[in-house]
């Protein structure tokens, strides 16, 4: 069975930084296009970030853009990422997502596009 184990959530200060990963269980990244999403109370899981299959083209929400940064390192099958200059406003649970692409180029930035998922971690950012 194919699972996604995210990790790295934690609370920090408005202003802090994160790192998250993502680890497949079961399955190698290197064929997988991945995304970041996250759920705040109350809210619709919403697209965070995606990355492609060869890591060369990423996708951000307007939201989080210049702030956060999508990467991968196929080598170690791990997907991050990078939280910078956090707010309030992203406090949630985040999860990752994977699904197969043919195209290494190609970007998903909706849940229902990805197969497999994680349980998600929490991030906290208080003021």
């Known amino acids: 069975q194919v699972q996604l184990v995210e990790s790295g959530g934690g609370s920090v200060q408005a202003g802090g930084s994160l790192r998250l990963s993502c680890v497949p269980s079961?399955?190698?990244?290197?064929?997988?296009?991945v995304g970041w999403f996250r759920q705040a109370p109350g809210k619709e899981r919403a697209f965070v970030a995606a990355i492609s299959r060869s890591g060369s083209s990423t996708y951000y929400a307007n939201s989080v853009k210049d702030r956060l940064t999508i990467s991968r390192d196929n080598a170690k099958n791990t997907v991050y990422l990078q939280m910078n200059s956090l707010n309030p406003e992203d406090t949630a649970i985040y999860y990752c997502?994977?699904?197969?692409?043919?195209?290494?180029?190609?970007?998903?930035?909706?849940?229902?596009?990805?197969?497999?998922w994680g349980q998600g971690t929490q991030v906290t950012v208080s003021s």
């Open positions: 997502a994977a699904e197969e692409s043919a195209d290494p180029f190609l970007l998903r930035l909706r849940p229902r596009e990805y197969s497999y």
């Open positions: 079961g399955r190698t990244f290197s064929s997988d296009v």
